[in-house]
């Protein structure tokens, strides 16, 4: 088996040498896909001996399905820059790699650091993802911008043991910052969609059932300070989206 390592990047000198660092340790060829970066990224891919290209960014799941057609393999494993396999998932893929396997997508679990703590709770882990699979029997699908592998029917989703390691956020102000920007994504998408937003329901009822949901029953509490900012966060990311969808229905 052949294996294309993908990754989408904008700007990200701080991550990606980790990323493709790791993603080495499987692949047969490692991609970047670049949305015209400005700092050091196309220097570190370069070094680390990937091939780079650039394409104009027209959504996550456009260039993350163009960076696929992009590869020189069918069998593709998609990471986002701002992750790295862990040393049991990289185990766990080699094993798949160098058995005979067919009509089989693979699922594994992601860790999440989020300034600085792993967060094990707040419906952040495990967060599975379909991460390896064979481009004739998938693609990337889901609402931009949140991206999700979407297989054939009859493909058997097997789960590897390991995580995905993502590193979040360095800091809440980046956290608060990707908020904003994927909200208003998040909600142009929807008006396309004819989607609807109701003042009770979506502003003031379902933010608050999130968060009650994420930090109790989901056990957010156990994550300390930071699992509780997190399902804050969680929480006010539902009430923007919908704000800001209130918004363009009404002026609509």
């Known amino acids: 088996m052949k294996v294309s390592g993908v990754v989408i990047t904008y700007n990200e000198e701080q991550n990606l040498r980790r990323c493709l660092e790791s993603l080495g340790k499987v692949v047969d060829e490692l991609l970047v896909v670049d949305s015209f970066s400005t700092d050091r990224t196309k220097e570190i891919a370069e070094e680390l001996g990937a091939k780079f290209i650039q394409n104009k960014f027209k959504g996550h799941i456009e260039q993350k399905n163009f960076a696929m057609s992009a590869a020189s393999y069918e069998w593709i494993l998609s990471l986002d820059a701002d992750e790295e396999l862990s040393e049991q998932l990289i185990d766990s893929l080699n094993k798949i790699k160098n058995a005979n396997i067919s009509n089989q997508a693979f699922r594994m679990n992601r860790l999440t650091s989020y300034c600085g ?3 094990h709770h707040c419906g952040w882990y495990p967060d599975s993802k379909i991460r390896f699979w064979n481009r004739k029997e998938g693609k990337w699908g889901g609402v931009n911008p949140h991206d999700s592998v979407e297989v054939e029917d009859g493909v058997k989703i097997q789960h590897l043991k390991g995580d995905i390691l993502h590193y979040s956020f360095h800091t ?8 904003d920007k994927f909200t208003t994504i998040a909600a142009q998408e929807s008006h396309k969609r004819g989607k609807k937003a109701y003042f009770l329901t979506h502003l003031m009822i379902y933010p608050f059932w999130l968060f009650i949901k994420n930090y109790f029953l989901k056990l957010g509490i156990l994550d300390g300070y930071y699992g509780f900012i997190v399902c804050i966060n969680g929480a006010f990311y539902k009430f923007q989206k919908y704000a800001k ?7 609509k």
């Open 117 to 119: 703590q792993w967060i």
């Open 172 to 179: 809440i102000s980046q956290h608060i910052q990707q908020i």
């Open 245 to 251: 969808l209130f918004v363009l229905n009404s002026s």
